[in-house]
């Protein structure tokens, strides 16, 4: 089912929840909405669910538009994050109620909910309540209940959010290996970038109600379209820095105080293309930046963070801070004065009014 | 030290012993005196089951209704009076607390304000409407039992005890409603369930706290209604008369007030008010607790 979305907004009174939003999700993808709380995203869920009725704009599955469908009529399944499961009924019963909806045979029903509870592998939980479930089975009986009307969309307002940590992860893998193996149009509701980027294939950024990017992951990761994406995107975030861009005759220059950096010509005639202005930031991220003799600049140790596998430093020069990954076996200790080396095909250009990249079209 | 602390609780039982004997001096003096002839304070003079006698026939003479038929009478009217009230308030609540429509808020408004309102004020236009209702073919005065909902019937008396209690109910209701999660709702939506069916199979049974303490609000309040039953009935031991009514006939101006068989009559209609009471306390007091355990 490929879904559309054309000039979709949604207001609440006076507040602008959804933005003119345009979006096309092809069939069988799996599209992660990604963003910050109150971006708009799970209100652009619910409006392609049903609930919320657009303000303007139209939603269209294959082409039709579907506005004024009521979402019993939109065949699709949604995963809350609260699963919202009837706590008064079991386990069987939660699932096989859009069935009961729909009146299908005892024997049906059963077939079908044994089928799917063992695909979940919640199979020996049908006889008890949502209340004697832990978190996962009771996620898990969630996503049974959206998967056993054999639906055209899955819809996901973050699943994994109330769960631990270690169990997130299992179930990462598993929504993306059931998405894949099914080959259901999906749409994943997150504000964790991580979830975002290992699952989804596709991801549609989201500030304020305003689109800001939609790729794939590398291109989300590599070529960030603005500021927010290219801040938002990535763990440990990207670091940025004020400088002024110059054109002498040798190359382009960054410089700002303590740092003066070429950067490579594709780069600066790209920014020169893009009218860039003076005052510009830079933006590297903390992989890009490494520990060398003869660095671009110098820095100090500002607070040292071991993640096991490499550790964070941040560093500071000139009022500025910059972080950096380093390996695991990094000996250095607060207000030790390092040498930093940035790796300058990995740096990318912003404009600091527009917050647009600089670097588009490359 | 110790003795402090082991005062501390000492005290409280005892201000708790006071103030509670004193109500519980009051009832024992009514069942005392409803056992015995004539009572010097609590001591009886005599034991006798005399005073209970209207339990097997009328003291009022043979034309008027036994005690039974007026205790049926209370019974119907605080149960039709209850059902109604809280399927109305149900109804009402879920619609307030979930849907969006013109005038929802003044709605809202409307109701607390209506819930505050001097109900005693209505009396007189309240007749007028009724003995317009008894006109009205097989609802006015027609239906058995009730005997219709106009003027001088079970039913009319049910009706405006219910126009009185709504307000109440309403506000409860949409109380325990809002409780609930949205997703839930919306879950079932897109399951494939039409609104109706959301409220009936999957909030009110979530609601069930909400429903049994409104149900036994309402209907002990009924129970022990006697403004409203007495202002639209015609006679007292008549055949539309409530319990609270009826007792009203063996306090006379007239003739000496015979004490022992209205404390009788009294605790008669007290009994089932405090079985009820007592079976039923923890739901009565979800309503002030409010919310719900288990599932989100």
Known sequence: MKITLEDLCKYFGEVKAVDDLNLEIKDREFVALLGPSGCGKTTTLLMIAGIYKPTSGNILFDGQVVNHLLPKERNIGMVFQSYALYPHMSVFDNITYPLKLKRIHKREMRERAQKVADMMGIGELLDRKPGQLSGGQQQRVAVARALIKEPAILLFDEPLSNLDARLRLRMRGEIKRLQEDLGVTSIYVTHDQVEAMTMASRIAVMNHGVLQAYGTPDQLYNHPDNLFVAGFIGSPPMNFLKMTFEEKESGFYLSSQGLSVRIPDKKGALAKQNNAPRGIIMGIRPEDVSIAPEGDLKAEIYVVEPLGRESLVTFRFDDEEIRALVPASFEGKIGDVMSLKLEKQKIHLFDPETEASLLRNE | ?296
Not at chain 2, 27 to 43: A, H, K, M, P, V
Not at chain 2, 174 to 179: A, E, M, T, V
């Open chain 2, 1 to 296: 030290m110790i003795l402090r602390e082991k005062l501390k609780p000492l005290l409280v039982y005892l201000v708790l012993i006071i103030s509670s004997s004193l109500i519980i001096l009051g009832f024992l003096w009514l069942f005392i005196t409803s056992f015995s002839t004539r009572t010097e304070g609590l001591r009886p003079l005599r034991w006798t089951l005399h005073n209970w006698s209207f339990l097997w026939e009328s003291p009022f003479g043979p034309e008027y209704p036994s005690i039974w038929w007026v205790t049926l009478n209370t019974l119907l009217m605080s149960l039709t009076m209850t059902i109604i009230v809280v399927v109305v308030s149900s109804m009402t609540g879920y619609a307030l607390s979930r849907m969006k429509f013109a005038g929802r808020k003044s709605f809202l408004s409307l109701t607390l304000i209506l819930h505050a309102f001097p109900s005693v004020t209505l009396l007189i236009p309240i007749y007028f409407v009724l003995l317009y209702v008894s006109k009205i073919p097989v609802i006015g005065r027609g239906i058995p039992l009730l005997g219709g909902f106009g003027y001088n019937t079970i039913g009319g008396v049910a009706l405006v005890m219910v126009a009185f209690q709504l307000p109440f109910g309403i506000w409860v209701m949409k109380g325990f409603f809002d409780n609930i999660s949205w997703d839930m709702e919306r879950a079932a939506l897109i399951d494939g369930a039409s609104r109706f069916k959301v409220w009936w199979q999957i909030m009110m049974p979530n609601i069930k706290p909400g429903i049994a303490a409104l149900s036994i609000f309402s209907f002990l309040s009924g129970w022990n209604a006697y403004l409203i039953p007495f202002t639209f009935t015609v006679g007292r031991a008549g055949k539309t008369a409530v319990l609270s009514v009826y007792l009203q006939n063996f306090m006379s101006e007239s003739v000496m007030t015979e004490w022992n068989v209205v404390a009788a009559v009294g605790l008669f209609q007290l009994i089932p008010v405090i079985l009820f009471f007592l079976l039923t306390q923890e739901a009565l007091l979800s309503i002030y607790g409010g919310g719900k355990r288990g599932g989100v």
